[in-house]
């Protein structure tokens, strides 16, 4: 059964850091484009980062270049998403979500990364909570 689960969020002060780990169960993440998601109140989703397993690659919103990080584990089967210099905008739920990334895929995945809709498995979320 494929699965994943993230966790690791919580409550935190401005400028202070979480890091969100997603483990994946039935699969492993060598073969699968995995992506960060957040969706805060009454917004719209919104793509955070991308790790692409095949090569290591990665990309990242604007909004958050700079201050978080996306990396791996293999032998866990785990990514993750390390936030630093967190700000009250970043507070959401936050989901990882993977699809399968098989060589030709990767031209179309580098360019269409951010949409939701392409992504076959979603965890449950974790919530994110920045405030003061």
């Known amino acids: 059964q494929v699965q994943l689960v993230e966790s690791g969020g919580g409550l935190v002060q401005p400028g202070g850091s979480l890091r969100l780990s997603c483990a994946a169960s039935?699969?492993?993440?060598?073969?699968?484009?995995i992506a960060w998601f957040r969706q805060a109140p009454g917004k719209e989703r919104e793509a955070v980062s991308l790790l692409f397993n095949r090569d290591g690659s990665t990309d990242y919103a604007d909004s958050v270049k700079g201050r978080f990080t996306i990396s791996r584990d293999n032998a866990k089967n785990t990514v993750y998403l390390q936030m630093n210099g967190l700000k009250p905008e970043d507070t959401a739920v936050y989901y990882c979500a993977a699809r399968f990334a098989g060589q030709a895929d990767v031209p179309v995945i580098r360019v269409t990364w951010t949409e939701g809709f392409r992504y076959g498995y979603w965890g449950q979320g974790t919530q994110v909570t920045v405030s003061s």
């Open positions: 039935g699969f492993l993440v060598d073969y699968y484009a």
